[in-house]
């Protein structure tokens, strides 16, 4: 138990992080620097197109990593770096010049995102399978664990817009607000590196050997199911690039306080979490993101008609959110298998190349929602304010943007994720065929 703990720590941090940037960088660029969101969009969009160009090159170091401490171990370190810079992104000034304040922003977020976060985004899954070797253990991590992560994001979905209310009035006010998060955080977030290990048997007879771009461009070429998890990654990107709940809140339903509710919604789908691996057992991860699409879909459609009724956004935000448990706590195994079919054609696993293959495409699709939440909040006559009155056209583009485009997205993750499933029916014969081949060798 005390491993486990200790492993989700760095994610219950990671997941935190997370919900702070993606909820409330936008709101605090344009509120309190006075940037407009056209701006902010483009900064985002073009720190996350180099995240994904600097996740390959991440997935590259850690398949070509051989320490005492193990292969990813090392690269967890990372997280402090994260929580460093998140404090000093939220410590920018509304006093300083326009070009100082984009350039600040940037640095700051290409540091969290393209260099910290790549690394920890490359090392968790070979992490992983060589501190829970088995895929039962890897299954039971992940949707257990998903459980853990969940409640540690909750907690800050629910008290981070409680505080930001009392806090977060002035530059000082928001800097107090990001430290009294980052340092418990950033404590929690090392407990993966001090007490989990590496078990050195794991590829024992591959240390030493390295990874070459060449193979890289052919698992590329030849893994073809790469790009289809990719699209499903990048579609469930464009929406967290595009996310204005914060607004949402605060000018359509009146009470940006008010989205603690919506983070206390996860207390509801713990249940879920809990029967992951007896369902995996009868279904595929494909099939479990195809059954929560369609029912994100749904949720999402509520929540457009939904307005401020509470109610209704309770409701379409529970089913609009049933996608995400699988896309966020199962990944791991969609990987595995993603590798199984590169050694099926004679290639290295490379689960950190195809991890960060993924995230590549996810990183582009997310600055892609980045940039378009910018230019349409522009085209709409969003106020650039924490004390304007906004349009009709702006809170318009508001609803269409937290719901319309997710359903469309949700719709693009079904087919995908059809797709996908093919793969996994293949998979038993596939290790079967593998394991004869190195008896053979």
């Known amino acids: 138990m005390g491993k486990f703990l200790a492993w989700k720590g760095r994610d219950i941090s990671a997941a935190s992080m997370q919900v702070i940037m993606t909820g409330y960088l936008l709101l605090f660029c344009t509120n309190t620097l006075m940037l407009s969101p056209v701006v902010v969009g483009s900064i985002l969009m073009i720190s996350k197109i180099i995240n994904a160009i600097t996740n390959l090159f991440a997935g590259f170091l850690v398949d070509n990593t051989n320490t005492r401490w193990g292969k990813a171990r090392p690269y967890e370190i990372s997280i402090v770096g994260v929580w460093i810079c998140t404090v000093l992104l939220f410590s920018a000034s509304p006093s300083w010049s326009e070009p100082i304040k984009i350039g600040f922003v940037f640095v700051m977020y290409f540091f969290i995102f393209s260099v910290f976060n790549s690394l920890l ?240 495409v996810g990183a582009v699709f997310n600055g892609i929602g980045s940039g378009l939440i910018g230019v349409l909040l522009s085209f709409s006559g969003y106020i650039s304010s924490e004390t304007a009155i906004q349009p009709d056209s702006a809170l318009l583009m508001i609803r269409s943007i937290f719901a319309l485009i997710p359903m469309a997205c949700m719709v693009g993750i079904l087919f995908f994720a059809w797709r996908l499933s093919k793969l996994e029916t293949q998979i038993p014969q596939m290790e079967k065929e593998i394991q004869a081949r190195k008896l053979v060798e």
Not at 219 to 245: D, H, P, T
Request: glycine share 8%.
């Open 121 to 360: 985004a490359a090392s968790q899954t070979p992490y992983v399978i060589r501190a829970f070797p088995s895929r039962m253990q890897v299954i039971k991590v992940s949707s257990y664990g998903g459980i853990i992560s969940m409640l540690g994001a909750m907690v800050v979905s629910v008290t981070f817009p409680i505080a930001m209310g009392k806090l977060a009035t002035s530059p000082d006010g928001w800097r107090t607000l990001i430290l009294i998060y980052a340092i418990p955080l950033c404590l929690i977030g090392v407990l993966r590196m001090i007490f989990v290990k590496e078990d050195s048997s794991i590829d024992a007879d591959r240390v030493g050997e390295k990874i070459h771009l060449k193979e890289i461009i052919q698992m590329f070429k030849k893994n073809k199911y790469i790009w289809v998890y990719a699209l499903i990654i990048g579609l469930f990107n464009v929406i967290q690039g595009m996310n204005v709940s914060a607004q949402y809140f605060k000018y359509v339903v009146g009470d940006i306080s008010l989205q603690s509710i919506m983070g206390m919604l996860s207390l509801i789908m713990l249940p879920i979490m809990f029967v992951f691996p007896k369902l995996m057992k009868k279904l595929s991860v494909s099939n479990l993101i195809e059954f929560s699409a369609i029912l994100a879909a749904v949720g999402y459609l509520i929540n457009y008609f939904a307005g401020s009724n509470i109610p209704l956004l309770i409701v379409g935000s529970i089913l609009s959110g049933l996608v995400m448990l699988p896309l966020s706590y199962l990944g791991s195994v969609i990987i595995m298998n993603l590798a199984t079919n590169n050694e099926m054609h004679n290639l290295p696993r490379m689960e950190g190349s195809t991890g960060v293959t993924i995230g590549f």
